[in-house]
């Protein structure tokens, strides 16, 4: 079953076609990948899923039209990003930032308890720090809390933007790694990634857009068989 089904979207900054009739899907459990250079549209892809940005087209998530503006009403129907630049609050300090994760959704009390404890399961860097200001952490901290943030809303789909951007190759594997166990645990991911080796070593399937299109979909095992 598809999970997330993306038919015909399309969408413009005044004159600017950004996206031209886009189709994706992503089935239940997969990790898909959205390839391409910069400016092909492959934010303005996830915005317009997220409703941060107005298009035209059906957006279906789980079997249900997602409603097309309001990022917090599409946040609790289970869908959550990680925004570029990562979205934190960088004078708040850790603990509030996963907070406002779980506040997007409405949580509170043991049930924040648990989740919290999930999320520094999975970021262990993110437990020595969490009474730190978030901008004091390093970039791939940053991210670290991004996703944890993101997590804080336990989402059945995420979505992130450039997640390896402006990070060393070492911290970026790590946290890659760590998106591959919450997919093989279950979670269906969305990853839009300029580095087509990194996302291709962890994707199920890729699209490949240009110029506000999907010029090619592709499979990772038969790119990572030849490389
Ligand atoms: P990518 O994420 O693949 O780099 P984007 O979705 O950011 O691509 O951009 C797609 C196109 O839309 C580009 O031509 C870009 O210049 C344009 N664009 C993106 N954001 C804006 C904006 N806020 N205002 C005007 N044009 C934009
Ligand atoms: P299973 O259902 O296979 O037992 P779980 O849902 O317990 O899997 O999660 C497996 C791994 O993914 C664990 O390491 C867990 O911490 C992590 N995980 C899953 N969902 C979340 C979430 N919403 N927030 C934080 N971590 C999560």
């Known amino acids: 079953p598809k999970i997330l089904d993306v038919e015909n979207l399309s969408a413009r900054y005044g004159q600017v076609v950004a996206l031209h009739g886009v189709s994706i899907n992503i089935r239940a ?66 603990a509030e930032n996963l907070q406002l994760g779980a506040y997007m959704i409405g949580g509170r009390g043991t049930e924040f308890e648990r989740r919290r404890d999930r999320v520094l399961t999975l970021f262990p860097r993110l437990r020595e720090r969490l009474n730190q200001t978030s901008g004091s952490l390093s970039g791939g901290e940053q991210q670290m809390l991004a996703v944890g943030r993101a997590m804080m809303a336990e989402p059945r789909l995420l979505l992130l933007d450039e997640p390896s951007l402006g990070l060393a190759p070492k911290v970026t594997a790590e946290i890659l790694e760590t998106l591959g166990q919450l997919n093989r645990s279950g979670l269906p991911i969305l990853l839009v990634e300029q580095k087509a080796p990194l996302a291709l070593k962890l994707a199920n399937r890729a699209y490949v857009m240009s110029n506000g299109r999907i010029s090619a979909e592709v499979d990772p095992r038969e790119i990572n068989s030849h490389a």
């Open 29 to 94: 459990g997969e990790l898909v990948a959205v390839l391409g250079p910069n400016g092909a549209g492959k934010s303005t892809l996830l915005r317009s899923v997220m409703g941060l940005t107005t298009s035209t087209g059906s957006v279906r998530f789980d079997d249900q039209s997602l409603p097309r503006r309001g990022t917090s009403r599409i946040a609790r129907a289970g869908v959550v990003l990680v925004p570029e630049g990562r979205g934190i609050f960088a004078p708040m300090s850790v």
